[in-house]
């Protein structure tokens, strides 16, 4: 199973990144996927998920509202489209999955992509 996130980059608080993530070896529609971050010096933290076909998403309160999670499976991938970007938005943006349903505990997730670095600058 491989996870590839990309999309990254800095912008100026307000802006907008759309974060992707790409997956292979996996059996991609069959499995919830999920967004995670870790800022410097924290812990990972949940940030969206959605469900295998779509149809169901949860979100963190720090971020609903301004963050929306949505997949193709057609073509296995996730992404996470980020507007009223925050400086304290800035952290490590990580996709997973693994779990059949959606989950905001990283634990119940077993693969994770390679992270993708976003900055947000006031």
């Known amino acids: 199973v491989q996870l590839q996130a990309f999309g990254g980059g800095s912008v100026q608080a307000g802006g907008s990144l759309r974060l992707s993530c790409a997956a292979s070896?996996?059996?991609?529609?069959?499995?919830?996927m999920s967004w995670f971050r870790q800022a410097a010096g924290k812990e990972r933290e949940f940030v969206a998920a959605?469900?295998?076909?779509?149809?169901?998403?949860e979100y963190d309160d720090s971020v609903k509202g301004r963050f929306t999670i949505s997949r193709d499976n057609a073509k296995n991938t996730v992404y996470l489209q980020m507007d009223s970007l925050k400086p304290e938005d800035t952290a490590v943006y990580y996709c997973?999955?693994?779990?059949?349903?959606?989950?905001?505990?990283?634990?119940?997730?077993?693969?994770w992509g390679q992270g993708t670095l976003v900055t947000v600058s006031s």
């Open positions: 959605i469900s295998r076909y779509g149809g169901s998403t």
């Open positions: 997973a999955s693994g779990t059949l349903y959606t989950s905001r505990r990283k634990e119940n997730y077993t693969y």
């Open positions: 070896r996996m059996s991609f529609g069959g499995l919830a």
